[in-house]
C-alpha cells in the first residue's frame, strides 16, 4: 500500500546536538511534501513545504529539509537543537491526483534534554 | 493573522449520543479539512469540502456527516458515538492560490466519549 513512513519513533538528543529525522514516502509522481510540528498539547504547525524547485528547503526555528527525489525521501534536518524543539514532527505528502488532502506519517516524537 | 478557529475545544459525550463539532476557516480559505487524530497516533483524513462541496471522502464511519456552509465553515457531526470515536478532530483550511495544498490547522476539538 502506498504510504508515508517515519522511521524514528522517539529521538532523544542533548542540547546543541544536530537532528536528521527521515521521512520516506511509496508514491509515485509529483507529489508535494510536508513537515509540521506538534508542541505537546497544541495544533499541528507547518515548519516547511517542498512544492517544486530547490530541493533543498529553509522552514522557520532553523528547520531545512531535502528531497531526494531517487529516494523518496524528504528528511528533515536540523545543526542544533534546543530544548524549546521538544515536539513531534510529523511528515505529511499531498499523493498525486488526490483532491487536497494530506497524508501523515506516524510521527517522530524529539525529546532534547537540557 | 487569524487562525483556524475550532469549537468546542473540550467535548464530553457519553456512548450513543450525538455531537457536532464546528471550524471556522481563515478568511478567503476555501476548502476545509477535517482529520481525526487518535491517542498517540498520526492524523488521519477524514473529509474535506471545496467551495461547499464535498471534495474527498477518507476513512469517516458513516456516522460521521460533515457539510460546509455558505460562510465557508464547516461542521462535523457524530452520531452513535462509540468509546473509539475518542480522539482529537482537527480542521484545516487552505487558501484559493497556488499555495492551495499548504493547510493550516486549527487547535482541534479533545471528543471523550464515555
Known amino acids: 500500500a502506498q504510504s508515508v513512513s517515519q522511521h524514528n519513533h522517539h529521538v532523544i538528543l542533548s542540547e546543541a546536538a544536530s537532528l536528521e529525522l527521515g521521512c520516506n514516502y511509496s508514491y509515485g509522481g509529483t507529489v508535494n511534501l510536508f513537515w509540521y510540528v506538534q508542541y505537546p498539547g497544541q495544533h499541528l504547525q507547518l515548519l516547511l513545504k517542498?512544492?517544486?524547485?530547490?530541493?533543498l528547503v529553509k522552514g522557520i526555528k532553523g528547520f531545512e529539509a531535502e528531497f531526494i527525489k531517487s529516494k523518496f525521501s524528504f528528511n528533515l534536518r536540523k545543526p542544533s537543537v534546543q530544548w524549546s524543539d521538544t515536539a513531534e514532527y510529523f511528515c505529511?505528502?499531498?499523493?498525486?491526483?488526490?483532491?487536497?488532502?494530506?497524508?501523515f506519517g506516524s510521527g517522530t516524537q524529539l525529546t532534547v534534554l537540557p | 493573522a487569524a487562525g483556524v478557529i475550532q469549537s468546542p475545544r473540550h467535548l464530553i459525550k457519553e456512548k450513543r449520543e450525538t455531537a457536532t463539532l464546528k471550524c471556522y476557516p481563515i478568511?478567503?480559505?476555501?476548502?476545509v479539512y477535517w482529520y481525526q487524530q487518535g491517542p498517540g497516533q498520526d492524523p488521519q483524513f477524514l473529509i474535506s469540502f471545496y467551495e461547499k462541496m464535498q471534495s474527498d471522502k477518507g476513512s469517516i464511519p458513516d456516522r460521521f456527516s460533515a457539510q460546509q456552509f455558505s460562510d465557508y465553515h464547516s461542521e462535523l457531526n457524530m452520531s452513535s458515538l462509540e468509546l473509539g470515536d475518542s480522539a482529537l478532530y482537527f480542521c484545516a483550511s487552505s487558501p484559493k492560490d497556488r499555495e492551495a495544498s499548504s493547510q493550516f490547522f486549527g487547535p482541534g476539538t479533545r471528543l471523550t466519549v464515555l
Open positions: 505529511a505528502v499531498k499523493p498525486p491526483g488526490s483532491a487536497r488532502q494530506l497524508t
Open positions: 517542498y512544492f517544486s524547485g530547490d530541493p
Open positions: 478568511p478567503r480559505h476555501d476548502t
